[in-house]
T-cell receptor
Framework: KAGVTQTPRYLIKTRGQQVTLSCSPI?????VSWYQQTPGQGLQFLFE???????NKGNFPGRFSGRQFSNSRSEMNVSTLELGDSALYLC????????????FGPGTRLLVL | TQLLEQSPQFLSIQEGENLTVYCNSS?????LQWYRQEPGEGPVLLVT?????EVKKLKRLTFQFGDARKDSSLHITAAQPGDTGLYLC????????????FGSGTQLTVLP
Protein backbone atom coordinates (compact mmCIF):
# COMPACT_ATOMS: atom_id res chain seq x y z
CA LYS A 1 0.00 0.00 0.00
CA ALA A 2 1.44 3.38 -1.03
CA GLY A 3 2.19 5.88 1.71
CA VAL A 4 1.08 9.47 2.10
CA THR A 5 2.31 11.64 -0.75
CA GLN A 6 2.70 15.40 -0.80
CA THR A 7 3.33 17.77 -3.65
CA PRO A 8 5.31 19.79 -4.29
CA ARG A 9 8.24 18.80 -2.08
CA TYR A 10 9.85 22.22 -2.24
CA LEU A 11 8.44 25.64 -2.94
CA ILE A 12 9.79 29.19 -2.93
CA LYS A 13 7.37 32.10 -2.76
CA THR A 14 7.58 35.80 -1.98
CA ARG A 15 5.72 37.75 0.67
CA GLY A 16 2.13 38.51 -0.23
CA GLN A 17 1.73 35.58 -2.61
CA GLN A 18 -0.50 32.63 -1.93
CA VAL A 19 0.33 28.94 -2.10
CA THR A 20 -1.57 25.66 -2.40
CA LEU A 21 -0.14 22.39 -1.14
CA SER A 22 -1.52 18.97 -1.93
CA CYS A 23 -1.73 15.73 0.05
CA SER A 24 -2.86 12.27 -1.06
CA PRO A 25 -3.59 9.99 1.91
CA ILE A 26 -3.07 6.27 2.17
CA UNK A 27 -5.72 4.45 0.18
CA UNK A 28 -8.79 3.91 2.34
CA UNK A 29 -7.88 6.59 4.86
CA UNK A 30 -10.55 9.25 5.21
CA UNK A 31 -8.94 11.55 7.75
CA VAL A 32 -6.24 14.02 6.74
CA SER A 33 -4.48 16.34 9.18
CA TRP A 34 -2.08 19.14 8.41
CA TYR A 35 0.81 20.30 10.60
CA GLN A 36 3.33 23.09 10.42
CA GLN A 37 6.87 22.35 11.60
CA THR A 38 9.37 25.12 12.37
CA PRO A 39 12.59 25.09 14.40
CA GLY A 40 11.14 27.54 16.90
CA GLN A 41 7.62 26.20 17.42
CA GLY A 42 8.05 22.55 16.56
CA LEU A 43 5.16 20.56 15.13
CA GLN A 44 1.86 22.39 15.39
CA PHE A 45 -1.56 21.17 14.34
CA LEU A 46 -3.29 23.20 11.63
CA PHE A 47 -6.54 21.35 10.88
CA GLU A 48 -8.11 17.98 10.19
CA UNK A 49 -10.52 16.97 7.47
CA UNK A 50 -12.72 13.92 7.47
CA UNK A 51 -15.16 13.06 4.69
CA UNK A 52 -14.74 16.49 3.10
CA UNK A 53 -15.55 18.32 6.35
CA UNK A 54 -13.20 20.20 8.60
CA UNK A 55 -13.43 18.43 11.95
CA ASN A 56 -10.83 20.25 14.00
CA LYS A 57 -8.80 23.41 13.72
CA GLY A 58 -5.64 24.56 15.45
CA ASN A 59 -4.71 28.05 16.53
CA PHE A 60 -3.68 29.55 13.19
CA PRO A 61 -4.95 32.71 11.44
CA GLY A 62 -7.63 32.59 8.78
CA ARG A 63 -4.96 32.92 6.07
CA PHE A 64 -4.52 29.18 6.50
CA SER A 65 -7.32 27.17 4.97
CA GLY A 66 -7.90 23.76 3.55
CA ARG A 67 -10.31 21.45 1.87
CA GLN A 68 -10.80 17.79 1.18
CA PHE A 69 -12.15 16.17 -1.93
CA SER A 70 -14.43 13.17 -2.31
CA ASN A 71 -11.41 10.92 -2.97
CA SER A 72 -9.95 12.05 0.40
CA ARG A 73 -7.17 14.04 -1.22
CA SER A 74 -6.62 17.30 0.59
CA GLU A 75 -5.22 20.71 -0.18
CA MET A 76 -4.16 23.50 2.10
CA ASN A 77 -3.90 27.11 1.07
CA VAL A 78 -1.99 29.94 2.64
CA SER A 79 -2.86 33.43 1.43
CA THR A 80 -0.87 36.63 1.81
CA LEU A 81 2.29 34.81 2.71
CA GLU A 82 4.53 36.14 5.46
CA LEU A 83 8.19 35.41 6.13
CA GLY A 84 7.16 33.50 9.23
CA ASP A 85 5.18 31.04 7.15
CA SER A 86 8.45 29.47 6.02
CA ALA A 87 8.20 25.94 7.36
CA LEU A 88 7.84 22.27 6.63
CA TYR A 89 4.17 21.49 6.09
CA LEU A 90 3.30 17.91 6.94
CA CYS A 91 0.21 15.98 6.08
CA UNK A 92 -0.88 12.88 7.99
CA UNK A 93 -3.63 10.40 7.32
CA UNK A 94 -5.49 7.86 9.43
CA UNK A 95 -8.34 5.52 8.72
CA UNK A 96 -10.84 7.44 10.83
CA UNK A 97 -10.84 10.07 13.56
CA UNK A 98 -11.01 7.40 16.25
CA UNK A 99 -7.63 5.99 15.31
CA UNK A 100 -4.62 7.52 17.05
CA UNK A 101 -1.98 6.25 14.65
CA UNK A 102 -1.27 8.83 12.01
CA UNK A 103 0.93 8.21 8.99
CA PHE A 104 2.91 11.20 7.84
CA GLY A 105 3.96 12.25 4.39
CA PRO A 106 7.44 13.61 3.63
CA GLY A 107 6.24 17.20 3.80
CA THR A 108 6.44 20.28 1.62
CA ARG A 109 9.28 22.65 2.43
CA LEU A 110 8.03 26.22 1.89
CA LEU A 111 10.42 29.14 1.83
CA VAL A 112 8.96 32.65 1.80
CA LEU A 113 11.33 35.41 0.67
CA THR B 1 -1.39 25.74 28.97
CA GLN B 2 -0.84 22.10 28.19
CA LEU B 3 2.86 21.53 27.68
CA LEU B 4 4.84 18.52 26.68
CA GLU B 5 8.51 19.04 27.48
CA GLN B 6 11.32 17.00 26.02
CA SER B 7 14.90 16.89 27.20
CA PRO B 8 17.58 17.21 26.20
CA GLN B 9 16.90 19.37 23.18
CA PHE B 10 20.15 18.34 21.49
CA LEU B 11 22.34 15.30 22.05
CA SER B 12 25.55 14.38 20.26
CA ILE B 13 27.22 11.12 21.19
CA GLN B 14 29.73 8.62 19.88
CA GLU B 15 28.72 5.35 18.30
CA GLY B 16 28.33 2.65 20.93
CA GLU B 17 27.25 4.94 23.77
CA ASN B 18 23.92 4.70 25.56
CA LEU B 19 21.46 7.56 25.94
CA THR B 20 18.10 8.43 27.41
CA VAL B 21 15.65 11.14 26.35
CA TYR B 22 12.70 12.27 28.38
CA CYS B 23 9.18 13.50 27.77
CA ASN B 24 7.36 15.15 30.67
CA SER B 25 4.11 16.90 31.42
CA SER B 26 1.97 17.83 34.40
CA UNK B 27 -1.05 16.16 32.76
CA UNK B 28 -2.10 12.54 32.78
CA UNK B 29 -2.38 10.82 29.42
CA UNK B 30 -4.26 7.79 28.26
CA UNK B 31 -1.43 7.00 25.86
CA LEU B 32 1.81 8.40 24.54
CA GLN B 33 3.59 7.92 21.25
CA TRP B 34 7.22 8.21 20.18
CA TYR B 35 8.19 9.17 16.65
CA ARG B 36 11.49 9.47 14.83
CA GLN B 37 11.93 11.97 12.02
CA GLU B 38 14.84 11.87 9.62
CA PRO B 39 15.91 14.82 7.47
CA GLY B 40 13.60 15.38 4.53
CA GLU B 41 10.98 13.00 5.85
CA GLY B 42 7.89 13.07 8.01
CA PRO B 43 7.78 11.55 11.51
CA VAL B 44 7.49 7.78 11.69
CA LEU B 45 5.72 6.14 14.61
CA LEU B 46 8.04 3.98 16.74
CA VAL B 47 5.75 2.90 19.58
CA THR B 48 2.58 3.64 21.51
CA UNK B 49 2.51 3.10 25.29
CA UNK B 50 -0.81 2.97 27.09
CA UNK B 51 -0.37 1.43 30.54
CA UNK B 52 1.33 3.16 33.48
CA UNK B 53 4.70 1.51 34.10
CA GLU B 54 4.66 -0.17 30.72
CA VAL B 55 7.98 -0.99 29.09
CA LYS B 56 8.29 -1.74 25.40
CA LYS B 57 11.39 -2.75 23.51
CA LEU B 58 12.14 -2.25 19.85
CA LYS B 59 15.56 -3.80 19.16
CA ARG B 60 18.00 -1.44 20.96
CA LEU B 61 15.28 1.05 21.90
CA THR B 62 13.47 0.76 25.23
CA PHE B 63 10.40 2.88 25.92
CA GLN B 64 8.91 3.35 29.36
CA PHE B 65 5.65 5.00 30.39
CA GLY B 66 5.68 6.50 33.86
CA ASP B 67 3.60 4.89 36.60
CA ALA B 68 1.44 8.01 36.84
CA ARG B 69 1.20 8.28 33.04
CA LYS B 70 2.59 11.81 33.03
CA ASP B 71 6.01 11.08 31.58
CA SER B 72 7.95 8.72 29.38
CA SER B 73 11.52 7.91 28.51
CA LEU B 74 13.31 6.47 25.52
CA HIS B 75 16.58 4.65 26.11
CA ILE B 76 18.89 3.67 23.28
CA THR B 77 21.57 1.09 23.90
CA ALA B 78 24.79 1.08 21.88
CA ALA B 79 23.70 3.91 19.61
CA GLN B 80 24.53 3.70 15.92
CA PRO B 81 24.80 6.44 13.27
CA GLY B 82 21.53 5.16 11.82
CA ASP B 83 19.79 6.25 15.04
CA THR B 84 20.48 9.88 14.15
CA GLY B 85 17.27 11.89 13.87
CA LEU B 86 14.69 13.98 15.66
CA TYR B 87 12.85 12.05 18.36
CA LEU B 88 9.38 13.34 19.16
CA CYS B 89 6.91 12.34 21.80
CA UNK B 90 3.24 13.01 21.21
CA UNK B 91 0.06 12.74 23.25
CA UNK B 92 -3.62 13.40 22.95
CA UNK B 93 -4.80 15.80 25.60
CA UNK B 94 -8.34 15.36 26.80
CA UNK B 95 -10.70 17.73 25.03
CA UNK B 96 -8.39 18.08 22.04
CA UNK B 97 -10.71 16.16 19.72
CA UNK B 98 -8.12 13.37 19.47
CA UNK B 99 -5.47 15.57 17.88
CA UNK B 100 -1.84 14.91 18.62
CA UNK B 101 0.22 17.43 20.55
CA PHE B 102 3.94 17.02 20.00
CA GLY B 103 6.85 17.74 22.25
CA SER B 104 9.61 20.01 21.03
CA GLY B 105 11.81 17.07 20.15
CA THR B 106 15.30 15.80 20.86
CA GLN B 107 17.77 16.09 18.00
CA LEU B 108 20.11 13.12 18.30
CA THR B 109 23.39 12.88 16.40
CA VAL B 110 25.42 9.69 16.64
CA LEU B 111 28.95 10.14 15.41
CA PRO B 112 30.82 7.19 13.86
Amino acid sequence: KAGVTQTPRYLIKTRGQQVTLSCSPISGHRSVSWYQQTPGQGLQFLFEYFSETQRNKGNFPGRFSGRQFSNSRSEMNVSTLELGDSALYLCASRSNTGQETQYFGPGTRLLVL
Amino acid sequence: TQLLEQSPQFLSIQEGENLTVYCNSSSVFSSLQWYRQEPGEGPVLLVTVVTGGEVKKLKRLTFQFGDARKDSSLHITAAQPGDTGLYLCAVIFSGSARQLTFGSGTQLTVLP
